[in-house]
């Protein structure tokens, strides 16, 4: 796996703007990259303790990191929410809010989520509780139509197995990857950092005749 995009959102606090990527908002990723909403939102985003933060907003709203697209990615983030009733996930293949793969927490549970043409589908669950205002990690594996999603808490060590595996063929294209969240009062915060994306290349061994092999 090759890490092509992370942020660990350690810089400067700012004020807080309702425009993600601008130098009160989240700023410039610390891979130089920018963040963008999908579509704009009425969202305030700010840097606080070296953590994005996000509120001010009910609904749910998706963010985007750069331009680049992937089919086959693992992505992982550190979070936490102030209400338990939230959901936040890791999106993958994310063409645009119609169209994305998610593993989320959502409200005592996490899931993995389709939505396709506008129509969103919760493919599989399994309950899982967290403690508002506590720091948790979120990892979500596309590769081929194999969806995997893992969740622990943070200071515990990473689970070796996934919590939660199933396979689905409605999205296959390369596309985007970011955050989906949806926030029950305007008043809720979702705090991320230690987020990146790795793309999964799929190496072939090749032998050379005396022996040795290549990829």
């Known amino acids: 796996m090759t890490i092509v995009a992370q942020d660990t959102f350690t810089r400067a606090d700012t004020t807080g703007s309702t425009t993600i990527s601008n130098a009160a908002g989240w700023g410039t990723s610390s891979d130089g ?5 999908l579509p704009t939102t009425s969202c305030t985003f700010k840097i606080v303790s070296n953590r994005g933060q996000e509120s001010g907003d009910t609904g749910r709203d998706h963010v985007r990191l750069g331009t680049q697209t992937l089919a086959d990615a693992e992505a992982l983030v550190r979070f936490s ?7 936040f996930g890791l999106t993958l293949r994310q063409t645009d809010t119609s169209n994305w793969y998610a593993a989320r927490y959502n409200n005592g549970k996490l899931d993995l989520e389709k939505d396709v043409t506008g129509t969103a589908t919760q493919i599989t669950n399994t309950t899982f509780t967290i403690t ?4 948790y990690w979120l990892r979500f594996r596309c590769q081929g139509t194999n969806l995997k999603a893992k969740i622990w808490a943070d200071g515990s060590s990473e689970p070796g197995s996934w919590t939660l595996t199933t396979t ?5 294209s390369a596309a985007g990857f970011g955050f989906v969240w949806n926030n029950p009062s305007s008043s809720d915060v979702i705090k991320v950092d230690s987020y990146s994306v790795d793309n999964l290349v799929a190496h072939v061994l090749i032998s050379d005749g005396y022996g040795g092999v290549f990829t």
Do not use: G, Q
Request: zero cysteines; charged letters at 10%; a negative charge.
């Open 168 to 172: 689905d063929s409605a999205l296959t």
């Open 33 to 37: 990259e920018a963040w963008s909403t």
């Open 81 to 87: 929410v102030s209400n338990i009733a939230n959901y």
């Open 132 to 135: 508002a205002n506590t720091l």
